[in-house]
């Protein structure tokens, strides 16, 4: 079955220490976006990539950082985490295609818990 | 970031009953999605709309995009234990991104 992916599902740092998420999907998309979820709240969307250009949220912090090497894959970069970066990490995409009217549907991995101690 | 106002904020239902959420904005949007989260999880699309006044069913749950373009409620009728979950609606206006709504929290009891 064509899927978003998130590796690992729980991620455990420590205060400072820089950490990765990933995430992968099988569904050719064109678009892949990073949420922040924190408990009882809806996602806040990171940023987000088209293709390899990649698009920024105005109040997303510096520490935050992604790189798409490829079509399929999206990693997610915090550089010194604090404890307020402890949250549900979601990955989603879209196929972005305008002409497509289903192009705005967003398809979540089933997300990343980060800790931070 | 700006947010759907989503209501009622929980529900606390017993099984069989029907249930009815719905989410407004002051700015109209071209595309409704309904998600349901479960603990642990992500969002999982239930139902999208696409035309003001359209109305698209998905089992025991219906959605419409309302005449507006500034509203859209989810219906689950006879709900059963496993519709246990927080329920978002998400709208998209001329940009392809999500606004979410505050989300609906729905816990069934038997």
């Known amino acids: 079955d064509a899927m978003v992916i998130q590796n690992p599902r729980y991620q455990v740092t420590q205060f400072g220490k820089p950490v990765t998420l990933s995430c992968s999907q099988t569904?050719?998309?064109?678009?892949m976006y990073w949420y922040q979820q924190k408990s009882s709240q809806a996602p806040k969307l990171l940023f987000h990539y088209y293709d390899k250009d990649f698009n920024n949220e105005a109040d997303t912090p510096d520490n935050f950082q992604s790189r798409r090497p490829n079509t399929s894959f999206c990693f997610l970069d915090i550089r010194s985490p604090g404890l307020g970066d402890a949250a549900m990490y979601l990955c989603?995409?879209?196929?972005?295609?305008?002409?497509?009217?289903?192009?705005?549907?967003?398809?979540f991995g089933p997300g990343t818990r980060l800790t931070v101690l | 970031g700006q947010q759907l106002n989503q209501s009622p904020q929980s529900m606390f239902i017993q099984e069989g009953e029907d249930v009815s959420m719905n989410c407004t904005s002051s700015s109209i949007f071209n595309t409704w999605l309904w998600y349901k989260q479960d603990p642990g999880e992500g969002p999982v699309l239930l139902i999208a709309l696409y035309k003001a006044g359209e109305l698209t069913s998905n089992g025991r749950l219906t959605a419409q995009f309302g005449i507006t373009r500034k509203d859209s409620f989810l219906n689950i009728s006879a709900s059963i234990p496993s519709d246990v979950g927080i329920y978002f609606c998400?709208?998209?206006?001329?940009?392809?991104?999500?606004?979410f709504g505050t989300g609906t929290r729905l816990q069934v009891t038997l």
């Open positions: 998400a709208g998209t206006g001329t940009a392809s991104k999500l606004t």
């Open positions: 569904l050719n998309h064109n678009v």
């Open positions: 989603a995409t879209s196929r972005g295609t305008v002409r497509d009217s289903r192009h705005n549907e967003q398809f």
